[in-house]
């Protein structure tokens, strides 16, 4: 399945960030996102693979951190994901086979029962959790992202291979 990915979906609280919500005096929303999750995002761009964020809420955290990582696509406040989820499809020519979505709630469910590779963290709730092909073994905000990110890559390619070429800026950019 990992092998034909081209697109990797993402929500945010409890994907990116481990689900809790800080918020501050002057009602500022601080998240915290793990650093492994960015270099493997960073990584897979290298790879020709494109992102996408779909997530429920609206953050500047969240706009300062898609756009430090070169996010493809971003949509925040959305409720109706799966309509936002299907256009982007359609737009960008990718079948559902070829889109990899890692989720971690009910309101992610329409979108995981579609794609080619549905992901969930392992601390996301037990319905998601009936409903993936892939459970990682790290927690939301703890890395999963790059978990997944490190099984695609390794099916696409020779990873250490891969990396090696990336550390020695050896590999161009797939657009």
Do not use: W
């Not at 915290?32 to 997530?55: E, V």
């Not at 309509?83 to 499809?89: P, R």
């Not at 978990?147 to 990336?166: A, P």
Request: aromatic letters at 6%; charged letters at 30%; a negative charge.
């Amino acid at each position: 399945m990992s092998s034909k990915i081209k697109l990797i979906v993402l929500d945010v609280d409890g994907v990116l960030t481990d689900g809790k919500l800080i918020i501050g005096t002057n009602h500022t929303e601080l998240k915290a996102f793990h650093s492994q999750d960015g270099m493997g995002i960073t990584l897979a761009r290298h790879a020709g693979i494109q992102f996408a964020i779909i997530t429920g809420r609206k953050s500047d955290a969240v706009r300062r951190r898609a756009k430090e990582l070169s996010i493809d696509y971003l949509y925040e406040g959305i409720s109706d994901k799966i309509q936002v989820f299907e256009n982007l499809l359609n737009e960008l020519n990718i079948s559902h086979e070829e889109v990899c979505f890692i989720g971690d709630d009910i309101n992610d469910l329409l979108i995981l029962k579609q794609v080619g590779l549905a992901c969930a963290p392992k601390d996301a709730v037990d319905m998601v959790k009936r409903n993936v092909h892939y459970i990682t073994k790290r927690s939301g905000g703890e890395g999963a992202v790059r978990e997944v990110i490190d099984r695609i890559l390794t099916e696409q390619f020779d990873y250490d291979d891969f990396v090696m070429k990336f550390l020695q800026n050896k590999i161009e950019v797939k657009q």
